[in-house]
């Protein structure tokens, strides 16, 4: 005979305004099977937990409903204190008489009887709920970093420091991402590369860390703690175990006009080479598409160059090396791909979006965009950091700096603000000051958000010390005349028109995902926004886990972040890897789906409607081991809970733990319908 | 094919020869434009700057009268009807209550079933024609494509027919005549519409900037497709002279003028001697040895 203990919480004034607790209390001692209804002004505080405690101790309780707010708020705290008294925690629920029932009605006598009818049904359902336990899963203590930025670098430090293999996947030839291209870094004006580069080698040298640079995520199987991924490692046509990084290929290949993607197209490269002098692994890598020996393969022609080959005295370039695909266990992922800048031209993220036709769509010459001017400002940049425009090398006296293009713009379908552009604006005119003394810079911008340590002062600094000429309004439209950019603008706070001439223009154009995000995220099944970064699993209070258990988040995949951003989430999901690594075995919530094998005919509907991909192929063997039925099997390790199979199954063979047919029934006949 | 024809005060006046030149080219096109019946003013400088609903009623009026002569769409040559008569539409479209009010002022049944073409639009949509008619092509010609303000913009109305920012359709319907397109800057700079009048300083400041750089980038002539701006770059290039904001003489042409000259068409047919700035060195470099006053006849009527 159940025994049930109803405790109606007051929650101060959120429910008892609205609702009659104490008339609540005394409405549920007449249902059959309570033995015990009190109401309290707190349940949540301490007396008020000690009191469900002594009544599980002195009246026998076989389940406790808590009439109070949603299971998502406290569920919790309340099967803890059941657990404390000695009753299993899955025979405590909570009945959500705040967000279902106060906090939306006004008539205090119509939700007091809806407050004891929820409290009803779920004392009817408790009736039914059955003692579960916690499920264990074994851990593979190594975790897979996506992405050799610094978000990356700095996550797979902080876990291999923090005694676990990392095993570090980085797109390209070298790590170091985005931050190894900038000069100097606001708010502090510190370089770049000196801060950066010693954590590049820092991964190289670390023993826990495995890094497969130029290497990519081609698949991943499995779940929390048991993550099984292949990983291709792409052709580099050279052998690590074989050069010494001393550059003689790099010097005599011959095809040296290349443009360079660390220089974004500002500087040259070779078609073998090395991305930039302090990359890591220092190893060269054959551009396949722009070699000349791959060029005449892939027109079926002999080959012809093998200069490189020739000056290896290592013989460690192989024009037949092939990708390899490795697999690796891993039981967390961290992603972090990072961004790509928008592009102002005709080709757009979505069809349905122009460009900035009124700035010619990207066509004229001296208008170039902040990653690039990060380039020529860079002491290791084309220029060797002088200040010198594309189009005639010439030195710019008048430069305009545009911020937010292509963000806080629905029509470019960028809604978002990309939030790093106002402070590197403002680092950009004071680079330009110091090395330009008889230079001007004019900024237009909408709004200044320099929202962070140090960076309202930095952003002062330019305007007030560094002579920038600050204007609020936007540019509406640019055309070359001669050798001269010309401009027209409007100055919003003078209320004015404004034309003006300039001899470089810098864009500083917004933060999109990188390209192939989608891919990947479809891979790791987590989701992603329409602007295609990663969403995060809530906003606050988890903001470095996605909503697929095992894997997290860092950097600019998940939103425009700045590097003290980056790095903060890069530690941040170090410590959630190293926090689930923590055990051998991992505890999961009991409340999974289970498929009974004698009625499941195996249709796999299940299959398809799992967001999760819990659900696997069973065999069912006769006793000379022949498979007699391939039944459907839910994976306890993967599965959420979130009970649409159960609502699929033709057979009703798929049942959730804590959420079963019957108790689903009992709650509804409480209802009296 | 058949299309509706709207067209306006202007062609029946203040640019007759855009009018004459168009309906001059129509017939070598295989088009057949019918006017809508009756028509009245489409709202345009005025109108909207007045009252809101009477710049969507009278051009509603117009549309009325158009679908119950069950015309499918409506060509409007000039930039400023065809503005006007497109928003209406578009505003209409997305807006019941509006459309009901509008309806009830006409006492028609209107049902906006109009859609409104401007003279790029239709002249695109037949460029291979005009290739293939272009007995007398303008080789050498080179022209300066003017846009303005209202031919492309906003999107919404014009539906797309051709980038806002950047577009190319009188470019195409150029080449297609044989003319050489330049690359120049101001071809949707604003030539002081309306204000011809009321500030003539600012129409001459603005119209002459267009010039000017027309001229710089090697431009024998200024195309539009737009009474207003033709009248302010027309028109309005002496007083431009008199106050020293421009030198020279800039022939401007209609489109259609351009079309009509390369099929071969009488210069007279087409009002080439109805500009204020002479087009006889526009003549001089076609083909055809015509003059403005149509003396000289370089091909027959098309």
New interface residues.
């Given amino acids: 005979m159940a025994r049930i203990g109803v405790f109606v919480c007051h929650c101060g004034e959120n429910i008892g305004r609205t609702v009659d607790c104490h008339a609540v209390a005394e409405g549920c001692k007449d249902v059959p099977g309570v033995v015990h209804s009190v109401d309290y002004k707190y349940m949540c505080s301490d007396p008020g937990q000690q009191m469900v405690k002594k009544a599980i101790e002195e009246k026998g309780l076989t389940g406790v409903v808590v009439a109070a707010c949603s299971p998502h708020m406290h569920e919790k705290t309340f099967r803890r204190a059941a657990a404390g008294a000695g009753l299993n925690a899955f025979l405590c629920e909570m009945a959500n008489v705040r967000e279902h029932c106060s906090w939306i009605h006004e008539d205090r006598e119509k939700a007091t009887v809806k407050a004891v009818d929820i409290t009803r049904t779920i004392v009817e359902k408790v009736k039914h709920n059955v003692p579960l336990s916690t499920i264990r899963i074994p851990v593979t203590r190594r975790a897979l970093v996506i992405g050799g930025g610094i978000a990356g670098i700095q996550a797979a430090l902080d876990i291999a420091d923090g005694g676990r293999e990392v095993i570090l996947v980085e797109k390209g030839p070298s790590i170091g991402g985005h931050m190894s291209q900038l000069s100097e870094t606001f708010p502090t004006l510190d370089c770049s590369q000196c801060i950066l580069t010693p954590r590049m080698v820092e991964v190289y040298q670390h023993p826990r860390i495995k890094l497969y640079a130029y290497s990519e995520v081609e698949s991943v199987e499995g779940y929390i703690g048991n993550f099984k991924v292949t990983v291709r490692r792409k052709a580099r046509s050279v052998d690590e175990s074989k050069c010494n990084g001393c550059g003689a290929c790099t010097q005599v290949c011959p095809n040296k006009k290349i443009p360079s993607e660390f220089d974004c197209g500002l500087g040259k490269r070779t078609a073998i080479y090395v991305p930039f002098p302090q990359a890591v692994p220092n190893l060269p890598t054959v551009d396949r598409n722009k070699c000349l020996l791959f060029m005449n393969r892939a027109k079926g022609r002999p080959d012809t160059c093998k200069k490189c080959a020739e000056a290896c005295e290592k013989g460690a370039i192989d024009f037949d090396q092939q990708d390899r695909l490795i697999t690796e266990d891993v039981g967390a992922i961290v992603v972090a791909t990072g961004y790509q800048l928008y592009t102002i031209g005709k080709d757009q993220p979505k069809d349905n979006l ?1 460009g ?3 700035y ?2 990207g066509t004229i010459p001296d208008v170039i965009d902040g990653l690039q001017f990060e380039r020529l400002a860079s002491a290791s940049g084309p220029t060797s950091g002088k200040i010198l425009r594309p189009s005639d090398g010439k030195v710019p006296k008048r430069i305009v700096f545009l911020q937010c293009i292509g963000s806080r713009d629905p029509q470019k379908g960028m809604e978002y603000c990309s939030k790093i552009c106002c402070m590197y604006v403002a680092k950009h005119t004071m680079l330009y000051h110091h090395k330009v003394h008889d230079g001007k810079a004019t900024v237009f911008y909408m709004d200044i958000r320099a929202a962070g340590k140090g960076y309202e002062e930095f952003s002062r600094r330019a305007i007030e010390e560094e002579g920038a000429q600050y204007i609020r309004g936007r540019v509406s439209r640019m ?3 001669g050798d001269v950019i ?1 401009i027209l603008g409007f100055d919003t706070l003078e209320g004015e028109p404004i034309a003006m001439d300039a001899d470089m223009v810098v864009l500083a154009t917004a933060m999109r995902p990188q390209p192939g995000i989608d891919v990947l995220a479809q891979k790791l099944s987590v989701s992603y926004d329409q602007h295609g970064f990663i969403n995060e699993a809530h906003p606050k209070l988890r903001p470095v886990e996605t909503n697929t258990a095992g894997i997290y988040v860092a950097g600019a995949c998940q939103a425009p972040r700045d590097i003290p951003d980056a790095v903060a989430m890069a530690s941040a999901t170090a410590s959630k890897v190293l926090g689930l690594f923590a055990n051998e075995m991992l505890e999961r919530e009991p409340t999974v789906a289970r498929v009974d094998e004698a009625t499941c005919a195996g249709c796999f509907h299940c299959e398809r409607v799992c967001a999760y991909g819990a659900v696997e192929h069973k065999d069912i063997k006769d006793r000379a081991g022949n498979v007699v039925r391939v039944i459907a099997y839910v994976n306890p390790g993967v599965c959420q809970g979130c009970g649409t199979c159960e609502a699929t199954c033709p057979s009703k063979s798929v049942e959730l733990a804590g959420f079963t047919d019957e108790q689903i029934w009992s709650e509804i006949q409480a209802l009296g319908v | 094919m058949k299309i509706g024809y709207f067209p306006g005060c202007s062609l029946h006046g203040l640019s007759r020869e855009y009018e004459e030149s168009l309906k001059a080219i129509v017939a070598g096109l295989d088009t057949e434009l019918v006017e809508v019946d009756d028509w009245s003013c489409c709202g345009a400088s005025s109108a909207h700057g007045a009252s809101h609903l009477l710049a969507v009623t009278l051009p509603a009026r117009n549309l009325a009268i158009a679908e119950e002569q069950g015309l499918p769409e409506v060509l409007a040559p000039c930039a400023a009807c065809y503005a006007r008569l497109a928003s209406a539409r578009h505003e209409i479209e997305g807006d019941a209550k509006l459309a009901d009010h509008v309806n009830r002022i006409l006492v028609r049944d209107f049902k906006n079933t109009v859609k409104v073409r401007s003279i790029l639009e239709v002249l695109k949509g037949q460029v291979a024609t005009i290739k293939a008619k272009a007995t007398n092509p303008l080789k050498d010609l080179k022209v300066a494509c003017y846009y303005g303000c209202l031919l492309v913009r906003p999107v919404e109305v014009t539906g797309g027919y051709d980038d806002p920012e950047d577009p190319s359709s009188m470019e195409d319907i150029c080449k297609a005549a044989g003319a050489v397109p330049v690359k120049w800057n101001r071809r949707l700079d604003c030539c002081g519409g309306g204000m011809s009048m009321s500030r003539t300083g600012s129409v001459v400041r603005l119209s002459a900037a267009i010039l000017k750089d027309a001229k710089a980038a090697g431009a024998d002539a200024v195309v539009v497709a737009c009474p207003m701006c033709h009248s302010n770059l027309d028109f309005r290039q002496k007083a431009m002279q008199q106050r020293g904001a421009w030198e020279g003489d800039m022939p401007v042409l209609f489109l259609t003028q351009v079309v009509g000259l390369s099929m071969g068409i009488d210069p007279k047919t087409l009002g080439m001697g109805r500009h204020f700035v002479s087009t006889d060195s526009v003549m001089a470099r076609t083909a055809g040895t015509g003059t403005g006053s149509g003396t000289a006849v370089a091909g027959e009527v098309g």
């Fill in positions: 122009k900035y036709g009124e010619g769509y055309w070359r005349e010309k």
